[in-house]
C-alpha cells in the first residue's frame, strides 16, 4: 500500500485517481523491498523500520490533528489506541522488523515472493474466525504452499535457515495483524488508524531495536539515507495514502492486487537494479505462488459477487 498525505480528503471526489493509486501501490510496494535492503548498509533491521515508522506516523498523525481541529475527522478513542498498539506490534514490529532482517540474508526479490504467501495465510487465520473460505481459495492457498516448498528449497534459503525463520515469521505476523485488524481489533477509521498503527508499531520496533542491541557500524551512508527517507515519504506516507484511496473507491480484491503484483516489481527490480541472481528453480516457484495468490483473488471476487 498516488496521492500526498495532506489531499487525503480531496482525493475522495476524484476517482480520475484510480489509476495513479494503484501504480503508486504496485510500483512503490514493490520497491520498498530494495529499497530497505540498501537502507541496511548503515541502518540495523529494526532501527531502520522503527525509525521509518514514527517519521512517517508522526507526519500522518499531524495532518490528522489539524483535520480533527476542523471537524473533518476525529481522534482514535482509548481502546482503538490499544488495537493500534497490537496490530501495530504483529504488522510492523514482527512483519515489517522481521521483513528487514531477512534481507540481511536473502535477496529483496526472493523476500518479497514469500511474503507474497501473505494472502494464502489470511485465509488460513480466517478459517479460524469462522470464515469460510470459496473453493478457489482453497485451491490457490494448496498452490501457493507448494510454490513455498519448492522455494525454501532453492540455494538461498537452503544456505540461510535464519533468513527462511525470518521472513516465515514476518509472514505469519503480518497475516494474523490482518486479520484481526478486520475482525476484532479494528483501528480508528481512515488516516488516524494508520497513523496510530505506525507510531505504535514504530515503538515496538525501537524497543526492539535497543533490546537486541542495535549499533552503527559506521556514519549513514547517502545511498541509505536516501533509501530511508523513501522508505519513509514514498513507502509509508504515500503508497498508504494511495491505499486509503482504493479502500475507498475500488473494490476489495483490486485494492489488495498489490500483493499479486509487488512481488514481480520487487524480482524485477532485484535483478535489474541489485544484480540479485535466482535459479531457475526459485523462478519457477515464484511463479506457482503467484499462480497461487491469482486464485485467491479470483475467489474473493466470486465470494463478493455471490
Request: aromatic share 10%; proline share 6%; with cysteine.
Amino acid at each position: 500500500m498516488n496521492t500526498a498525505v495532506a489531499p487525503l480528503a480531496s482525493a475522495a471526489a476524484r476517482p480520475a485517481l484510480l489509476v495513479p493509486a494503484l501504480l503508486a501501490c504496485y510500483v512503490v510496494w514493490g520497491s520498498t523491498y530494495l529499497a530497505i535492503r540498501f537502507a541496511l548498509v548503515s541502518f540495523p533491521p529494526f532501527f531502520q523500520m522503527g525509525t521509518r515508522f514514527l517519521a512517517a506516523g508522526g507526519l500522518l498523525m499531524a495532518w490528522v490533528l489539524w483535520q480533527a481541529r476542523r471537524g473533518a475527522t476525529r481522534l482514535p478513542t482509548p481502546w482503538e489506541w490499544r488495537n493500534a498498539l497490537v496490530i501495530g506490534a504483529l504488522m510492523l514490529g514482527g512483519g515489517m522488523g522481521l521483513t528487514a532482517s531477512a534481507e540481511q540474508h536473502v535477496g529483496s526479490g526472493l523476500a518479497a515472493a514469500f511474503i507474497a504467501v501473505v494472502p494464502m495465510l489470511v485465509c488460513g487465520w480466517g478459517l479460524l474466525f469462522g470464515q469460510r473460505p470459496h473453493k478457489l481459495e482453497l485451491a490457490g492457498m494448496a498452490v501457493g504452499v507448494a510454490g513455498v516448498l519448492m522455494l525454501v528449497r532453492g540455494s538461498q534459503f537452503d544456505a540461510s535457515p535464519q533468513g527462511l525463520a525470518s521472513i516465515a515469521g514476518a509472514t505469519l505476523a503480518w497475516s494474523l495483524g490482518s486479520v484481526l485488524s478486520t475482525n476484532r481489533l479494528p483501528l480508528a477509521p481512515g488516516a488516524a488508524g494508520f497513523a496510530s498503527e505506525m507510531l505504535c508499531g514504530g515503538a515496538v520496533l525501537m524497543a526492539l531495536s535497543l533490546a537486541l542491541g542495535e549499533q552503527f557500524a559506521a556514519p549513514p551512508q547517502p545511498l541509505a539515507l536516501a533509501a530511508w527517507a523513501y522508505l519513509v515519504v514514498f513507502g509509508s506516507l504515500v503508497a498508504f495514502s494511495a491505499y486509503l484511496y482504493l479502500l475507498a473507491h475500488a473494490s476489495p480484491a483490486l485494492a489488495t492486487s498489490y500483493a499479486f503484483v509487488n512481488p514481480v516489481i520487487a524480482l524485477a527490480l532485484g535483478v535489474l537494479v541489485a544484480g540479485e541472481a535466482l535459479s531457475g528453480g526459485e523462478w519457477l516457484a515464484c511463479g506457482v505462488i503467484l499462480a497461487g495468490v491469482l486464485l485467491i483473488f479470483r475467489g474473493k471476487t466470486a465470494s463478493a459477487r455471490g
